[in-house]
C-alpha cells in the first residue's frame, strides 16, 4: 500500500527508491486484540531496516518513515534516524456518533486513515442513539425501518469498514446504547418502553428508555448483540449505560413495585442489577462489555471495561474498584470552545496545562488555539491517581458527538486536535513541549492533507505560523 508521504507529494516531488527490510514477529497474540504495537525503524544511508513484533508494529514503524520525509526548498528529504518506539497506552481511541448526524463511510474511512498515520488504534463507533438506529440487521430489520430514516450501513459496508481498519492497524468497537439513548430503539419496539405510549418528540430523544423489567428488552439485547458481535469480531463491546433518566423508570408504577420486590432501592441498583445481564449476554458470546461510567453507580463484575466520560472523581473510582478504564473525560471534540464542563483542566490556566504565563499568553495573542494544547497537554493517568490504579488505565479516547457537527463538520473537529491526542496516548508522560507540539504537528498536518481530509488548511497555516521559527 501506498503511504501518503507529505515531501513527496506536496510539490510533486519523488523520493529516491529505497530498500525497505520488514522483520515481523510470529507471535499468534500479535492477530488478535492485543496486536503486539512496537516497533524499530533504522533509516541510514543503507536504506530502511523496520523490525515489528507483529502486523501492527509494521504499520506504526510505516507511519513514522513517512513522518521521516521532509520537503525544503531543494526537494523532499529522508531523514537518517535509529527508533525503537512503543506505545504507552494498548487503547488510543476516537469515537464518532453517526446517530445524531449520520456519517458517510468515505468519511469514516477518512478518520481511519488519518488514524493510521498517528498510531491511533480504536475506532470506537457510537451506532444507536435517540436520534437513529444505524446499521442493517438481518433479525430485526424494523430496527432501520422504523429507526434510521434510511440512513444506516449496510452489513458489507460495514465488514468492508472492519477489514479497511484491520490493514491499518485499528480496530472497531462497536457501540449500541442501551438501556438509555433507547428512542430509534423503541419506535421499532415500543411494547419495551419505560414511557408508554413512546413520545417520537424530538426532545424525548435523549431520555427515552427500555423498561429493564420485562423479558422482552434482554431478548432484544440478546439478539441484537448477537448479531452484532458477529458483524464486529473485535473482543470488546460496548453497551452504553448511560444518562438513564431515573424518571423513566420512577414514573412506571409497574417498575417501582418491580423494584421494591426485588428490593433495589434506588434506579442506580436496578441499572446495576440490568448491566450484569448484559454483562452476562456479552460473555456467553464470547464478548468483553465496555459501559459509560454510570454503570458502576452499583457493584457489578470488575471485567466490565469503564469508559469514563463525566469526571476525574469517575476516574479514580473505577480505577480503585479495579475496572480497566478508557478515559474519554477531558477529551471531547464535539466542542469547539474548550472551556466547558467536559475539560478536566482548565486550558486557560498556564498552571494546570503545564506552560508558563508567558507562553500561554504569546500563544492567545496569536490566535492560537489553547484547546490544542490542551487537549496535548491533558493527562488520562493524573495524580493522584495511585501506581496500582494507573495500572488499570487501558488508555483513552477523543469522543465526538454529532448533535451539532455533520458529515461535512466531521473532519475540522477531529483534526488536528486528535493528532494532539494521539501524541498524548502514544507518548510518555514526560513529552509535554509545546512549541516542539507545534512543530511536529506542521509535519503531520502535511500528511493529514494528503489523506484528503477537508478543512486542513487553515489548521495547518495556523500551526506553522504557531510554530517556533
Ligand atoms: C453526554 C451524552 C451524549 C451527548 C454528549 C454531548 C455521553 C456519554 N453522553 O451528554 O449523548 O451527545 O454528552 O457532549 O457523553
Do not use: F
Given at each position: 500500500r501506498v503511504f501518503p508521504v507529505a515531501g513527496g507529494a506536496a510539490g510533486g516531488g519523488q523520493v529516491a527508491s529505497i530498500p525497505v527490510f520488514i522483520h515481523v514477529g510470529e507471535d499468534p497474540d500479535a492477530l488478535t486484540v492485543h496486536a503486539k504495537e512496537n516497533y524499530s525503524l533504522q533509516v541510514n544511508a543503507t536504506g530502511v531496516t523496520l523490525t515489528a513484533d507483529g502486523p501492527d508494529g509494521v504499520v506504526h514503524g510505516l507511519a513514522t518513515l513517512a513522518q521521516l520525509v521532509t520537503r525544503d526548498e531543494n526537494g523532499p528529504k529522508l531523514a537518517f534516524a535509529d527508533i525503537t518506539d512503543s506505545p504507552r497506552f494498548p487503547w488510543r481511541g476516537i469515537m464518532i456518533d453517526t446517530s445524531r448526524h449520520f456519517m458517510a463511510v468515505s468519511t469514516l474511512q477518512r478518520q481511519i486513515d488519518a488514524m493510521e498515520l498517528l498510531k491511533l488504534n480504536v475506532l470506537h463507533l457510537h451506532l444507536s442513539d435517540g436520534t437513529g438506529f444505524r446499521v442493517e440487521s438481518k433479525t430485526l430489520p424494523e430496527l432501520t425501518a422504523k429507526g434510521s430514516h434510511g440512513q444506516y450501513y449496510t452489513q458489507r459496508e460495514l465488514k468492508d469498514l472492519v477489514a479497511y481498519a484491520a490493514d491499518r492497524g485499528i480496530r472497531v468497537v462497536p457501540e449500541f446504547d442501551v438501556p438509555g439513548h433507547a428512542l430509534a430503539l423503541l419506535l421499532a419496539h415500543p411494547e419495551l418502553a419505560a414511557q408508554s405510549p413512546v413520545n417520537p418528540d424530538p426532545k424525548n430523544k435523549n431520555t427515552a428508555a427500555l423498561d429493564p423489567t420485562v423479558p422482552g428488552t434482554l431478548r432484544l439485547v440478546r439478539r441484537l448483540y448477537a448479531e452484532m458481535g458477529r458483524l464486529f469480531p473485535d473482543a470488546y463491546f460496548h453497551s452504553g449505560g448511560d444518562e438513564v433518566d431515573p424518571d423513566e423508570w420512577l414514573k412506571n408504577p409497574k417498575i417501582v413495585a418491580y423494584m421494591k420486590e426485588n428490593g433495589f432501592a434506588t434506579p442506580q441498583a436496578l441499572q446495576a442489577h440490568f448491566t450484569v445481564e448484559v454483562q452476562k449476554i456479552l460473555a456467553d458470546q464470547g464478548k468483553i462489555m465496555v459501559g459509560w461510567d454510570e454503570v458502576s453507580e452499583a457493584p457489578i463484575p470488575k471485567d466490565v471495561v469503564m469508559d469514563v466520560w463525566r469526571s476525574s472523581k469517575f476516574l479514580s473510582s473505577a480505577s480503585a474498584d479495579h475496572h480497566p478504564v478508557i478515559v474519554s473525560a477531558g477529551y471531547y471534540l464535539d466542542l469547539l470552545q474548550p472551556a466547558s464542563q467536559h475539560y478536566l483542566v482548565d486550558p486557560y490556566d498556564p498552571a494546570a496545562n503545564g506552560i508558563t504565563r508567558a507562553q500561554a499568553d504569546a500563544l492567545l495573542a496569536k490566535g492560537g488555539r489553547p484547546d490544542l494544547v490542551n487537549a496535548f497537554l491533558k493527562?488520562?493517568?493524573?495524580?493522584?491517581?495511585?501506581d496500582e490504579q494507573k495500572s488499570y488505565i487501558l488508555g483513552g479516547e477523543a469522543p465526538l458527538w454529532s448533535e451539532l457537527v455533520t458529515d461535512e463538520m466531521l473532519d475540522a473537529r477531529f483534526w488536528p486536535r486528535a493528532a494532539a491526542i494521539a501524541e498524548r496516548f502514544w507518548s510518555p508522560a514526560s513529552v509535554r513541549d509545546v512549541p516542539d507540539m507545534y512543530r511536529r504537528l506542521a509535519v503531520v498536518n502535511a500528511e493529514l492533507q494528503i489523506t484528503g481530509l477537508q478543512a486542513q488548511a487553515n489548521t495547518h497555516r495556523m500551526a506553522l505560523r504557531l510554530s517556533p521559527g
Open positions: 493527562e488520562p493517568a493524573p495524580p493522584p491517581l495511585t
